[in-house]
């Protein structure tokens, strides 16, 4: 206790009512309950995953392990599913619909999004390297729908001038609309990976003489290889679960398109198109929600391909 | 011979020295002419003649042409304009330590009397045969000189180069060729009315303002529902997590429930918001759905946030006694409120253009709702079917009659100039709190 | 990826393209249909192509009766089938005959007086006698104000009847689905009946016939559209569901016309001939069969 008046008013100081205090004793007190929801939000997103395919699959059970005759479903072409006659559910249409479009799409996503990204990542610098990166994000910004009218009203056109194709929506229309939309996610993986292969790789190479070209095929591709190909699974991924974009641009017709110019129908807009009209409960709505889990297995199957092959990285470098 | 100083074609090329070796002129020529010889031998023999006195002149052996070139003609009034093809190529190199050498590119002579005498035994033992308009080249090889295997590999890193650079702006010209193109045909109905009036006339004009708040309501009660889950579950991936078989589990869900395509999410959110939790098709069911969507990118989002705090202020807190919570109350989540920030608005870009999973949960084709007016802004309630921006488009693209062009072209060009500011204002924002780090 | 694998890739996708883009038959018919969610869809397969016969597959299955429209404007060698309501002047729509008669046009008169093979009543389906605010609002749609609007639109109009009472409506939402062919009809309903009672908001969705129906059984909405008419078992569900008589109202006629591209030389056509082409082992695939002559495609 000392008898300076200054010093008798600080040690009542640390007695004071200040929000400050009040609010850390709150959050201090909140500790227990807070770090309970932590833990809970922790596993929210299981909770979710396993929730969405609980959900689906309930729906679906009954006709999956019920009338639905698996070997023609997964084989027929005829999907007839609301004939007065005789209901017939066979995907293989659909199948080599949403198969088509996928690899199409692919094929033009794939050397684009990864050129792209090696073109970022090694060749240009500075402005352009900025403006490339603003660019692929507005690519990664446009909604679906929005891709999708893009694809009937600018691709379509184009399409029926360049080639003579009889109708404007097909597969090689909705493959490029696929394609510009599956390419920021390549390219934003891509050059993540190629971004984490060490310098120390790229000095080697051209302390050896090697030039740009060289150091990127002979160097990084080899190094990259893991992040690059699950780049690439990623972008199956969204090509595969497109929706919105597909059910505009593919000309929706249920027929095992023989070339790109064919329109064809994919799992993902028929389950868009016709879920409202199915009567809930019955052999089509649920016919619809085993297909919805046959694509939440496949794009499942295809993420965790990708992210094991990712794991394979951590695996291998050891530096 | 007659010395015409007229400018011989032959000499234009400053780096080349050419002897004209021409076996029907008489004699050594002079002048423009001048090094016309009536054979090989005999210009070899001068070539050897005139390095010695270079040579005595001065020691420097840099300066001079780099390259001697032996061209053989038929007729001197040929000559003019005439180019002869190089068929035999030989080189020299007076940095060699060798004293060998057999005047190829890998291993050149070693300097030029050698060279030439080099370049006489061939001549004699008869393995030059030139005819007219051949000849023969004899450079110095000099240590930066691009070979031929240098020189292909500059033009594969050209190619290279060029490949990449068509594929990359491949995509920037499609872009922004598609973006003008759309912005071109919306251009005479984007306006403040657009935006504020309500579509009207059977939706054949008018505005769109009904889909615009349905999609801010719709955005906003979704992120307020995902945004405080997936900061927490980040939080949690981030902070309390340890590195075992069950966080990897975690890891593998969040990867996946990003991956899920729209249209599962739709039956999802039809399974189980409109029909278990009985909420109809309804606007909380809508959101529900959303948020489920946008989960995963918040989680990920969050968790590289706060990777990106570093450790010591991490340690620093628990060696004052800090408990986790506190540290992460106070030091970490402040610390990386701006990535936080950046990947929740983000997300709402996504929210607000998704169509398919509203499509069953709660998207109507047609609401009347006030043009103006306190009600005008809260036209919704939780439970009723809402107009969205996204579903608003694909209904005037496949349902309404006689609608014309433009405002099919605005309502996309709203969506997209209203994602595109929005993400532009998530990138500005990091980028201001970057700057006000101290670290 | 060496440069092997590049050239090899580029190859694959020229040899892809130039496969892919090989010379189509140029007068093969481009038949768009609407998908099976729609009341259009049912009634031209049971009106076309009776009651046993599917539809061919192939058919490019169409969103909504605009876009059949746009599709075969902009495609010459496309048929499709739509309202007559959504016309554009870029289409061409066919006379139809029916066994061996004349070929008629898809007019309004001839939708009124039943010439036109393929006139159809439009439907709105109520559970139970119709109350409070939904009655008001049927009946000011079966009024002279609701069947001027279905003129206006494009539809044939049925004899209008004034209602009883003209008294305010209670307060209350309506919800209402289902026909995509009747949506604007139903939207210019919803919106002018709405700009005049102010306590009643008609909320309209589409989807397709079949969508209202399914959500009247389920009991989600309370006035389904359908372009085609409820089925038995339909009808035994929902009252099954709701204890409530399914009430069947015809509120306008419309004439499904079928549309093809302004530049085909074809004028009319008959209802076997088009059973041939969209149905199932049909026999009609090109042009030639049908007009005599290819259509020059641009």
Not at chain 1, 149 to 175: E, K, M
Not at chain 1, 253 to 272: E, F, G, Q, Y
Not at chain 2, 179 to 198: G, H, I, Q, R
Not at chain 3, 256 to 285: C, M, Q, R, W
Request: some cysteine; charged content about 20%; hydrophobic content about 45%.
């Amino acid at each position: 206790m000392s008898s300076n008046p200054k010093a008798i008013a600080s040690d009542f100081g640390h007695k004071r009512i200040s929000v400050s205090r009040i609010w850390h004793k709150l959050g201090d007190a909140a500790e227990l309950p807070m770090v309970w929801l932590i833990h809970i939000c922790g596993w929210s997103a299981i909770l979710f995953v396993l929730a969405i395919f609980a959900f689906v699959f309930r729906e679906a059970a009954p006709m999956l392990f019920g009338q639905l005759n698996l070997v023609e479903f997964f084989t027929s072409e005829k999907w007839y599913p609301d004939s007065v006659i005789e209901p017939q559910y066979g995907i293989l249409a659909l199948l080599a619909g949403t198969g088509a479009v996928t690899v199409t799409s692919m094929v033009f996503a794939v050397p684009i999004g990864l050129g792209a990204a090696v073109f970022i990542s090694e060749f240009c610098g500075g402005k352009v390297k900025e403006t490339l990166k603003i660019v692929i994000e507005v690519l990664a910004a446009i909604p679906s729908v929005v891709w999708g009218f893009i694809g009937v009203v600018v691709v379509g056109p184009l399409i029926i001038q360049t080639t003579g194709a009889a109708v404007g929506v097909n597969v090689l229309n909705a493959s490029i609309i696929l394609a510009l939309m599956s390419v920021p996610v390549i390219v934003s993986v891509g050059e993540d990976s190629l971004k984490a292969v060490p310098d120390s790789y790229r000095e080697a190479a051209i302390s050896l003489g090697a030039s740009r070209w060289e150091v990127v095929y002979k160097v990084l591709f080899p190094a990259a290889r893991n992040g690059l190909l699950a780049a690439v699974l990623l972008g199956v991924g969204r090509a595969i679960g497109e929706t919105m974009a597909v059910l505009l641009c593919t000309g929706h017709a249920v027929k095992i398109p023989h070339s790109l110019l064919d329109p064809a129908r994919t799992l993902t807009a028929t389950i868009a198109s016709e879920l409202g009209e199915a009567v809930r409960g019955e052999g089509h709505y649920r016919v619809l929600f085993v297909i919805g889990v046959v694509l939440f297995a496949v794009t499942f199957l295809v993420n965790l391909t990708a992210d094991l092959v990712v794991k394979g990285i951590r695996g291998q470098q050891h530096d | 011979m007659i010395e015409t100083k007229k400018k011989d074609p032959r000499q234009s090329n400053p780096d080349v020295r050419r002897y004209i070796v021409c076996p029907s002129a008489s004699g050594e020529g002079q002048g423009a002419m001048e090094r016309t010889f009536a054979s090989i031998e005999t210009a070899l023999a001068a070539i050897s003649r005139e390095n010695e006195v270079a040579n005595a002149a001065d020691d420097s052996n840099t300066g001079g042409e780099a390259t001697l070139a032996l061209d053989l003609i038929d007729k001197l009034e040929e000559a003019d304009g005439q180019r002869n093809k190089p068929r035999y190529r030989f080189f020299y190199d007076t940095h060699l330590m060798g004293s060998d050498g057999d005047g190829t590119e890998r291993d050149p002579w070693p300097d030029l009397p050698s060279a030439v005498a080099g370049m006489t035994e061939l001549h004699q033992s008869g393995r030059l045969a030139l005819d007219p308009g051949d000849s023969i080249l004899l450079s110095r090889r000099q240590i930066f000189t691009s070979t031929s295997l240098e020189r292909r590999r500059k033009i594969k890193e050209a190619i290279a180069q060029y490949v990449f650079m068509a594929m990359s702006l491949s995509l920037v010209v499609p872009v922004v060729a598609i973006l003008a193109y759309l912005t071109y045909k919306a251009w005479p109905v984007l306006s403040w009315d657009f935006l504020t009036l309500n579509p009207q006339s059977r939706m054949t004009a008018g505005g769109i303002w009904a889909p615009l708040i349905g999609t801010f309501f719709l955005v906003l009660i979704s992120l307020l529902m995902a945004a405080p889950i997936g900061v927490l579950a980040g939080v949690y991936l981030n902070e309390y997590a340890r590195d075992n078989w069950y966080t990897r589990i975690i890891n593998l869900a969040v990867v996946n429930l990003a991956g899920v395509p729209s249209i599962v999410h739709a039956l999802f959110g039809v399974g189980a918001f409109v029909l278990a939790a009985r909420c109809g098709e309804s606007l909380l069911a809508a959101s529900c759905t959303l948020a489920v969507m946008t989960l995963p990118v918040i989680i990920t989002s969050t968790r590289e946030a706060l990777a990106a705090v570093p450790m010591s202020f991490r340690e620093a807190c628990w060696n004052m006694g800090a408990s986790r919570w506190q540290t992460i109350r106070t030091i970490v989540l402040p610390n990386s409120i701006s990535g936080i920030l950046t990947g929740i608005i983000l997300q709402v870009s996504r929210a607000a253009g998704e169509t398919a999973p509203i499509l069953f949960t709660g998207a109507a084709f047609y609401l009347k709702v006030a043009d103006k007016g306190w009600e005008s802004f809260f036209p919704y309630g939780l439970d009723d079917r809402v107009m969205a921006l996204s579903m608003h488009l694909y209904t005037l693209m496949t349902q309404v009659n006689n609608v014309p062009d433009e405002i099919v072209y605005g309502t996309a060009v709203v969506l997209i100039g209203l994602v595109l500011a929005v993400n532009s204002f998530a990138i500005v924002l990091r980028v201001y709190l970057r700057s006000r780090k101290k670290w | 990826m060496t440069s092997r694998k590049v050239v090899g890739m580029a190859a694959a996708l020229v040899g892809l393209l130039a496969v892919g883009c090989g010379t189509g038959v140029q007068d093969e018919i481009i038949r768009v249909s609407r998908q099976n969610n729609s009341g259009t869809y049912h009634y031209f397969r049971e009106e076309v192509l009776g009651k046993a016969r599917e539809f061919k597959s192939g058919s490019l299955d169409m969103s909504g009766s605009k876009d059949v429209v746009e599709l075969v404007a902009r495609t010459p060698g496309a048929v499709g089938y739509s309202g007559m309501g959504y016309a554009t002047d870029e289409v061409k729509m066919l006379e139809v005959s029916k066994d061996s008669g004349e070929p008629v046009g898809p007019t309004v008169e001839n939708a009124s007086s039943g010439d036109y093979p393929l006139a159809r009543p439009l439907y709105i389906y109520v559970l139970g006698e119709p109350t409070g605010a939904v009655k008001h609002y049927i009946d000011w749609i079966k009024s002279h104000e609701g069947q001027d609007i279905v003129a206006e639109i494009g539809y044939v109009p049925v004899n209008a009847i004034t209602p009883e009472q003209s008294d305010s409506p209670p307060e209350a939402t309506i919800t209402i689905s289902g026909s995509d062919t009747m949506v604007n009809l139903t939207q210019a309903w919803a919106e002018t009946y709405g700009q005049k009672f102010a306590q009643v908001r008609p909320e309209v969705a589409g989807g397709g016939s079949g969508v209202g129906i399914a959500k009247l059984i389920d009991g989600t909405v309370e006035m389904a559209n359908a372009s085609r008419e409820m089925k038995p078992e339909e009808r035994e569900k929902a009252e099954a569901n709701s204890g409530e008589k399914v009430v069947e109202i015809t509120v306008a006629l419309d004439a499904l016309a079928v549309y093809v591209h302004k530049e085909n030389p074809l004028d009319s056509i008959s209802l076997e001939e088009l059973a041939e082409i969209f149905g199932d082992g049909g026999t009609i695939k090109v042009w030639t069969q049908v007009t005599g002559w290819p259509i020059d495609v641009q």
